[in-house]
């Protein structure tokens, strides 16, 4: 949306009549936030890793060249080229077939953790933003006490009762993120409820759910996307992380989180099933992560300062 | 007010710009081109332009100084015949604050909220060695801050930016830049933030003291009325490119440029004599300027020529230069104000008998817990239009808002509409008075929601207060359009591809088009440039005459109140302190706040 | 009462509010849900009605939830946090140890990854759009984005076992017996994980928090001015861009307090993270909420002390009017 013109912050320019937009071409927001995010290299890298990562997680198990339970060498062998690529884990089954089996969970757990937080901080957020006063404040502060529990704590707590549950983990680590969206949300509201367009249907009598989801979610979809990106990202390492402590996926999956976990004794003489899950993980994770600051690029023209997810 | 306009060239000039083009780095549009002036000792030119004419780069490139993303091409500047713009760094670090001084247009931005005041005003004399010793810079700080009529005891030095009013701000900025007696200070609309009371004593501090130090000063401002009593001579500039200079006679009695002349009928003329005329379209901004004479589009005079290439500068007389190629033509019709009509008396005069269509009786209203109206009573008549004037936080919205149903806080008294009373929130109102009573804001940027079309826009009151088939709504948008001044093929577009006086032409047709009996604007033009805001006005006294409104106008411009009202009620700290009859009030003013709001207030 | 102490004391009283909340999340998460603390215990024996009532009896969960909590809070308030269930021992005996270990780490964290990205953070601010801006960026960016426990073991790979073999323990067994500063060698590579995990955010804030200082109409004013340029950044832009820096930093090092939990579990390192790891698995209700408290408590104390701080450093909070 912003031209270069008024990017250059001189007076004259922005001062009283902005660049007046001669394009025919648009128009929902968050459009234009991925065409204006698409231009920069580091979202097309992230969008390729992203993509080839997601590739191995789909095609991987069709490919594998055994079955990820069978035990097909002693423990520990080292790779052998073209029988064992990758050698065999703790109690001998092939690493190259577990890699290929092992993405998928991670990836849909930390969709599903990332879209509940979504649901649940956008709701929060738009609430909170537009109704203000007391309801503002008491949602705000119940919110401060959720964020005083690092995420990764806040889940053992609920699992230290419940037992490691797969719903458990991703409905605690899809709430752990709602404060935040929820911070992101509200704050965006808050910037677009105080503009008169607002008022405006106000004053015509238009009903406030209404003005909440015709005239304000509309123009707050460009941060969400990138508080999306981002809670991915995080999502991905903190699901990564409980697989990783044993209280994610459970033996025998196979799973990148628990390969790293159960094969973390041999790493000395037998380092792939650790490293190549932990690359894996990581690269992932950086993928994602220079999709968002695309995509937070493109919306402010900076580079955007996340605090602690 | 009589002057010596001593003419240029007799006198030095501290100040020889030449030639001057800044492009926007790196597209290479250009911003400022063929930019040449000269400044002598002791005079103050006003440079006068709408917004995106490239004015404040000038200014600042004075200073060789431009922010990222724009920079000098061409060009050369002279300070007592130094060049500023090959200086080294060294060089130019000495010369800014000393020789060359700049004051910004928002000070409340410009000064460093962590400093306190005291210390900000020794720095710039520490650093540019200023007097023999810490107490010397003391004192001549204290004696700045009692030219800006500032106290300069220890307790006011100490505060921070934050501590100190708007105006205090701006004086003190004033201050620093007249600190090392500089020989040239550019003043970058340094009242634009202010409001009409404190900006006369701001301009009265300028003019004092470039008088005294014999400073030349470069005046930009977009306000032609508030340079006509500063400016020696006045430089109008448009879309970049100077188009005519000459002294401030030169220019008000015999201007040779169109936009030059359009420009001063489109100030609101305090005393009611003549109409107020606005100029069709907007300044085009960088990049979006026509080929040919940039004014082309929006001028009266255009010829083919015009639109193919641009007018050299031609001297009128010596000092006097135009650029136009109808400059003579132009210049040869009488005194520009006789080229206006003059205004249609019976516009100020009220009807016997009238019904009262809202009644305001003794309200009271809060923010929060803090009480910002205190004891309103007035009223608005049927089929006229009652002004409502004040300063900012004089109430004068929040009176508009709680009438509009817009002020969700506590609010004690009676406000009635045809004897009914009003519920304090529109939603709470009925469906008729919803309708009714049509709100247009301040803010055309931001009354329209960005992401829908002027269609989607237009067809929201339509869809909430009538039941229409889709080619019936069709024809209302094509209709209310039409009364603006629009065309209908802008259904289709979004708000940011229309400029902002268009803008505010779509937010007063979504306010037709509820077809309403009371239309309250609120400072509607006070986002737009003069010769835009001249044309809304031109449209709002058309269409409250034609259509019979009642309407509500708010302004901070009491200049503006004649062209357009029949009655007048002066707000201040929350009261209305004079109501009446607008020439009654303007004539024979009651109260000392509509005094001096009438004296302050500045006219050409 | 003075207008600034007012301001601080409604800060220390929301802080005191939140930790109140947070005891009674804490308290209904282990005490309140319905799989309880004696059916965690007894595992698949709680079919067994009547140990199950008698072990619920011996805990006092038979009485009112209210009653329950009150006498825990007054326990925990008190130092008492109950006995572990795992080894029967005080909660607080068996954790005191592990907290100064925990805490020494922390620091360590701290001490190495806040003057790092301060000072790389304000650099590549000043020379942004230059090679060493973009190349610092895009790595702090990456670093960001990857879990603890991916860096842990990527330093584990390279410092220990496989391409310095032997350079650095791969596992930090601190020994209770001997004092902290003979066995620091044990801290670096726990301290490191943490430090990359952590730097990157304080840098990036404070990046940009220097970048818009730079543009602000201030710091063109003290140019314009003709200020040498060392005065304009030490005395007009650098200061000014600490201020929103402090509160980012403060909560990341509070999530530190968080973050050592899976990096004290890869390097198998006694302090309460790794302890808290081990407690959940073995259902050890009271250490839980004991780690959990300590470690809320934290992230609402650090968070507090940059409140009052960063009102202490702004003119405009510090002198009340707002």
Known sequence: MSTPEIRVGDSDLAELEPAVVQSERRRSEWLMTLSEAWRMGRTKIGVGIFLVIIAIAVVGPWVAPYSPTELVAPPFSAPDIPKLWLGSDYIGRDVLTRVLYGGRTVILLALAATVIGLGVGVTLGLITGYARRWIDETIMRLLDVVLAFPQIVLTLLFVSILGPRLWLIVLIVGISHAPRIARVARAATLEVAQRDFVRAAEAFGIARWKILFNEIMPSITSPLLVEFGLRLTYSIGLIAALSFLGFGMQPPSADWGLMINENRIGIVIQPWPVFVPVLLIGILTIATNLIADGLGRALIGIERDTGVG | MAREAAPAGEREAVLKVHGLRIVLDPSGVDIDDEVSLQIHRGEVLGLVGESASGKTTVGTSLLNYQRRGAKIEAGRIEIDGQDVLSMSTEALRKIRGGAISYVPQDSSASLNPALRIGKQLLEILEIHGFGESQADREARRAEMMAEVLLPSDEQFLRRYPHQLSGGQQQRVAIAMAFANRPRIIVLDEPTTALDVTTQAHVLDTVRDLTRSYGVAALYITHDLAVVANLADRIAVMYAGRLVEVGTRDELFDEGHHPYSRKLLASIPDITGERALRGIRGWAPRPGQRPSGCTFAPRCDWVIDKCRAEYPPVEEVSPGHTVRCWRYKEVGAQAGVFETVELRDKSLSQRAADVREVISVRDVDAYYQHKKTLHDINTSLSERHCLSLVGESGSGKTTLARCIAGLHPHRIVGDIEFNGKRLAREARDRPRATRQAIQYIFQNPYSSLNPRKTIGQILSQPLGVFFDLSRSETEDRMADVLEKVALDASLLSRYPDQLSGGERQRVAIARGLAAEPTVLICDEVTSWLDVSVQAAIIELLASLQRDMGLSMLFVTHNLALVRSISQEVAVMTEGRIVEFGLVDAVLEDPQADYTKKLLSDTPTV | ?322
């Open chain 3, 1 to 322: 009462m003075p207008p600034l102490l007012k301001l601080i004391l409604i800060r220390v009283g929301l802080g005191l509010l939140t930790l109140f909340l947070v005891s009674v999340v804490v308290f209904a998460a282990t005490q309140a849900l319905p799989g309880d603390t004696a059916r965690a215990i007894l595992g698949k024996e709680a079919a067994d009605k009547a140990r199950y009532e008698a072990l619920r009896k011996q805990l006092g969960l038979d009485r009112p939830i209210h009653e329950q909590y009150i006498e825990w809070l007054g326990g925990v308030v008190t130092g008492d946090m109950g006995d572990s269930l795992v080894q029967d021992e005080p909660v607080t005996k068996l954790l005191g140890r592990r907290v100064v270990n925990t805490f020494t780490l922390v620091f360590v964290a701290a001490v190495l990854s806040v003057p790092i990205s301060l000072l790389l953070g304000s650099l590549t601010a000043l020379k942004r759009d230059t090679l060493f801006d973009t190349s610092i960026t895009v790595g702090s960016l990456s670093l960001a984005a990857l879990p603890e426990f991916v860096i842990g073991i990527a330093l584990i790979l390279f410092f220990a076992t496989q391409v310095l073999k032997g350079a650095m323990p791969a596992v930090s067994r601190v020994d209770p017996g001997l004092p902290i500063y003979q066995q620091l060698k044990l801290f670096i590579l726990p301290a490191v994980t943490l430090t990359l995990a952590v730097a990157p955010y304080i840098l990036r804030i404070l990046r940009a928090s220097t970048i818009e200082v730079l543009e602000s109409e201030y710091v063109m004013m003290a140019r314009l001015k003709g200020l040498p340029e060392r005065l304009v950044l030490n005395r007009h832009a650098l200061p000014n861009a600490l201020a929103p820096a402090l509160q980012v930093t403060a909560l990341n090092l509070a999530w530190l307090a968080g973050g050592v939990v899976v990096v004290e579990y890869l390097f198998a390192f006694p302090g309460i993270g790794s302890l808290l790891v081990d407690s959940v698995a073995n259902r050890d209700m009271p250490m839980v909420q004991a780690i959990c408290l300590i470690i809320a408590a934290v992230y609402v104390l650090a968070n507090l002390t940059a409140d009052i701080l960063t009102i202490l450093v702004s003119p405009r909070l510090r002198t009340g009017l707002r």
